[in-house]
């Protein structure tokens, strides 16, 4: 089994729409847990960090985390042509104080005008 | 807002040289790493670095490859001698504490 699972989509959404992206994972040591955007040939850029379980909240995007079924989601609403990217999810134990990230392979999102 | 900054952008180089990576990390970060993508994979770890020496690597990051933060304000990824299986998207990060890493917009590597 993968560390961390990621559907790779493509995910082809109208403008408007409320999109989920989610994550599974078998190392219950995770404890950070991240979501990043990467646009083509970009750098990853930090959309949401939660610590632990629960929710988080930030404009369009609200991150999910339940760590007793292992499974993490990122909801965007009200989701808009600029959103078209590859999310992906990351996530950390943070033991040894290095904070190493494992990441999902990430999901393709395509929202349409 | 701050940066993380990655020289050069791309870089072409002929298998067996020596490549390398720079990058400017922000300024009171403490926590550095470098991260790799090979084309349509998944982002990969390399090495991180705290506290002037590192702190853990990967399988990934053997001989070949080192790191040195030679100034308090670099931060470079040296690969000794380049093999095709090289070539890739190069992401350095740094961090100031558990809050999530800042990337830097990366260096491609391509090895002929």
């Known amino acids: 089994q993968k560390e961390v699972e990621q559907d790779p989509g493509p995910l082809s959404v109208p403008e408007g729409a409320i999109v989920s992206l989610n994550c599974t994972y078998s190392n219950s040591a995770f404890q950070y847990f991240m979501w990043y955007r990467q646009y083509s040939r970009k750098g990853p850029e930090l959309l949401m960090y939660?610590?632990?379980?629960g929710n988080k909240e930030d404009g369009r995007f609200t991150a999910q985390v339940d760590k007793s079924s292992k499974y993490i989601s990122l909801f965007i609403r009200d989701s808009q042509p600029s959103d078209s990217a590859t999310y992906l999810c990351a996530m950390s134990s943070g033991t040894s104080g290095t904070y190493k990230y494992i990441f999902g392979t990430g999901t393709r999102l395509k929202v349409l005008a | 807002e701050p940066e993380v900054t990655q020289t050069p952008s791309h870089q072409v180089t002929q298998m067996g040289q020596e490549v390398i990576l720079r990058c400017v990390p922000i300024s009171n970060h403490l926590y550095f790493y470098w991260y790799r993508q090979i084309l349509g994979q998944k982002v990969e770890f390399l090495v991180s670095f705290y506290n002037n020496e590192i702190s853990e690597k990967s399988e990934i990051f053997d001989d070949q490859f080192s790191v040195e933060r030679p100034d308090g304000s670099n931060f470079t990824l040296k690969i000794r001698s380049t093999k095709l299986e090289d070539s890739a998207m190069y992401f350095c990060?740094?961090?100031?504490?558990?809050?999530?890493?800042?990337f830097g917009s990366g260096t491609r590597l391509t090895v002929v």
């Open positions: 990060a740094s961090m100031r504490d558990s809050y999530g890493y800042t």
């Open positions: 939660t610590y632990s379980s």
